[in-house]
């Protein structure tokens, strides 16, 4: 295994996390901040810092939606992502997500359980309720209806809770057809982080 | 046919354009201009109002791609959006943006040309090309590669035109998932429009 | 969109319309009579009658299920046409018979509700079942049973009404992939036709 | 397997073949003939009695396809029926029309391999070119074009022959759907003819 | 049909059964005990012994699985095979393993229809359920459940019976796939027995 | 998460590793030697245990096709199990191979990275070609043909080559089946392995 190539970054051009100058002082900035926070900067940012206008509404929805209050708590937030990115096999984000997911949940199992089958994952009746929805709106949201959202009710899921099932799975399918067509390199460091 | 029930906007509540009063100033602002501009609003910014963040990146996200200069002109962009949108079967997408594609390709044939099977309708070679990369985007991105840059890059497509199309697909398969999560009405004017 | 290319009306020669002379006095004369009734010669007509024995046949099926009286009225029928040649992506079928269900059911919106989902459509619940045993019949008949049949009876439909639903939903899967393999255009004046 | 149930004829009223006098004289006529035939009256002919109409339409369809002259022989046109009908899980027409292909082939291996798998029957490189493209038509018709007309040509195929086998994998994708609605029942006849 | 070709027994090199000299012992032992009993030796047989160690595992799971007491009996068990290898399209499990049904059933009808669709073959409401299970886990095994367990326990099925539909049907789609990479040929004599 | 509900091992009533008197020798002394070996006790075994003949069967097969020697080095077994695994869905086979994998690759990526998507993964495109032929083996066995087998000769593999991925992919998709019906848990010490 001595030759294997290593993939770059990205398929299109991006940003060099040594020299963030060229970007805009914003973009430039959300960058800074998240490497003084992680510690390094995932790849995701610096592909999509040649396109600011859509960096900004990329980042401006992913914040909207998983730093929101309500009752899905962050963890189970990124449980949606891993397991509809899994179904969509977008390599980065089940890595990227698999380890916040590790973090949030402060279990070291829980991201490779969902990513293999979430219907085999130490995951309580609600939260498989939750990704069944999820999946559904990832593969079949034209079939969805009220009786889904009658079952999310049985679990004690609000209106707000079914949108934001929703809306995740939506947003993360986008975010997945990119990194894919992108062949966007998820980070070395994601994937010990949270083991 | 007389008894025929009429759907509601949308399954979740949505904002009333008689009263935009409850809502923030810029998202007011924005749908009376859109209001000003095509006499009606359009139901999608009446069903998003209620999750202002998520409506301003929505929005942000489909200016940037949709308004933006480069070698795909309006209509095609459009052509992009109905062809993504009958695969995912979105009703409301299908039927608003087919009306844009009209108004913007002054071919009062081709939305419905595309949505019924685009590999049939009036559409040159390259845009041929065009909607099948963007096809393959939507329902098998994590088999994209390569090949697909070279045969998009044969037909005079830029890299950043395969951006283009990659993310319009990815922006409105999102949108598509929300727009059947919510059963987005299309509002009756989008019917007849550009005939 | 100025250099847009036209399709020919089918890949197969197809008959002029101008000049019936060259085919059987029936199927002329069947030509004739629709052109009298409707104004133009739906392509259909053309592309079968190079074929005189299955053009007999093909119409007088269509006739015997489409003409019928029954528990289903005429918009009905349509609708089923509608809802399962959007799904097999005919072109020609969504085109043609969307005009006529919106003549049938005086009715501008229906047509376009079906044909990008019929499950967002204004219909009835009873509709709503007739549509989702055709489209089960039109996708995976193997796996219909008699539960099928107490779901449409439970709607009201008799054993007639199941197997005239069956029956369009099959008759159709046959002339999209007809219509399909021919390529088959539909003519310009089905458009706005009804609207 | 003493108790083994035995399944009617069809899910629907079927005609007695012991008493055709109820039916129009044309049609027990028809049915007279095969009888004599074949030694048997197959049960497709019994379960479309009740609808004359649709009866006449359906057997005039099959005899225009089945019997005519061209490059196809009667052998290859049973094939199409074979392969197509097993890919839709068509109990009643692969075993009738299975039979029928030992008789037209005189070969009593066949049909068994093309309803296994045609890709691995005795057959020629022609008529695997020819069987490729009737289950393309019966599984994925919107996505044919000039390609498929070209690959057959380069095998000897004429237009013609073309219009033969979509046509013969159009009828028989609708005759496969109304037999499983119907639950037809094969005639045990056609078990064992032509081994 | 004179000049049809006949495929070889296998893509790979096979064994003679003229002249088993070349192989192990046990393995030629096994050969020429399964050629007393049925008259000839199945090619499966012939296809593996190129592999001893493979031959050897492979027939001793076989014999584990098909062999074994329990509520099955041999003719269910073979049913099970026959199912599944329809579904995977494996001509020579489905031909081979047709036979073994049709003389362990005594039963000359019910091989036919159950590769035709088993949802329509002449079993009880028990067998339907062993299948419908075996076909899931053929087809869906990520999707399985204590749901499927309790609706095969409602039919009088234990543990021990769902463990061995599973693993009937699990260890057929391993030998199916096996054979259609091999594109092992049954052998003439099974198309002809039981009937 | 801390309430999060831990799953049994198996289903199914699974082995002991701390009683294993009640197994017949040669299994017991299999699995003392894999704890010896490994430091723990995969639960594969445990599960299997039950099964004694099924038990030898399955893990001589396994031997067979994973400790053989060839052109395929240990680590390239193991990213078709994991390929293949992913794509069926195995939580415990991708979690339990993949640590396999990363120790016989010594490296602590290509795991997840083939888990994701293999077609993004840091593989050659020997490697590349050897995953595609085995998802399709997978996936669509009965495609497969002569141009699969011309395809990875172009890459250098023999034709014992071709059937040894074949088998892996095949036998696998046995185990996976299995695995996912008993809902079988990966071993706690799998994830963090060879990291």
């Known amino acids: 295994m001595t030759n294997t190539p290593v993939r770059a970054i990205s398929a299109f051009p991006a940003a060099d996390p040594a ?29 999509f810092a040649r396109r600011p206008e859509e960096f900004r509404a990329f980042f401006a929805y992913h914040d909207a939606l998983m730093d929101k209050p ?13 397991a509809t990115s899994a179904a969509n096999q977008c390599q980065y984000c089940v890595i990227a997500h698999g380890a916040i997911l590790r973090v949030r ?32 709106v990832s593969a079949g949201a034209a079939t969805t209806g009220p009786e889904d959202v009658a079952a999310l009710q049985s679990h004690g899921f609000s209106t ?18 990119m990194a894919n067509v992108m062949a966007l390199r998820p980070n070395d460091e994601f994937f010990a982080m949270g083991r």
Request: glycine share 4%.
């Open 160 to 177: 707000e809770d079914v949108w934001d099932i929703a809306a995740i799975a939506a947003f993360f399918g986008m975010s997945n057809r």
């Open 105 to 136: 949940a402060k279990n070291p199992l829980i991201a490779d359980q969902i990513a293999g089958n979430y219907r085999k994952a130490d995951i309580t009746a609600r939260q498989r309720a939750m990704l069944d929805f999820a999946m559904k």
């Open 70 to 82: 309500g009752n899905l708590d962050k963890a189970e937030r990124e449980m949606i992502v891993v």
């Open 19 to 47: 020299d963030l100058s060229a970007l805009p002082d914003d973009i430039a900035a959300r960058i800074m901040a998240v490497q003084e926070k992680a510690g390094f900067v995932p790849n995701v940012f610096l592909a």
